[in-house]
């Protein structure tokens, strides 16, 4: 999974495919919307759902991984 560039990496793409998102806590969140998750790292530094990598969506539907 690519590292989170610190912005919306299809910001400005009318038709954005679905991607699966990684956040700090481990948490994987599969075929979302791209500009509906917050990129930026929360002002008050460091946060357990800041994003930290994601893919192009391999599956058809949303789903939320959690850590074993």
Not at 18 to 33: P, S
Not at 38 to 43: D, G, H, T
Not at 46 to 55: F, K, L, N, R, T
Request: with cysteine; aromatic share 12%.
């Amino acid at each position: 999974m690519p590292a989170n560039p610190g912005r919306n990496p299809f910001e400005g793409n009318e038709n954005p495919p679905l991607v699966d998102v990684r956040y700090r806590c481990g948490v994987v969140a599969r075929c979302v919307r791209p500009e509906q998750r917050r990129w930026k790292q929360w002002p008050t530094g460091p946060h357990e759902w800041d994003i930290v990598s994601w893919q192009p969506a391999v599956g058809k539907d949303y789903e939320l991984v959690w850590p074993a």
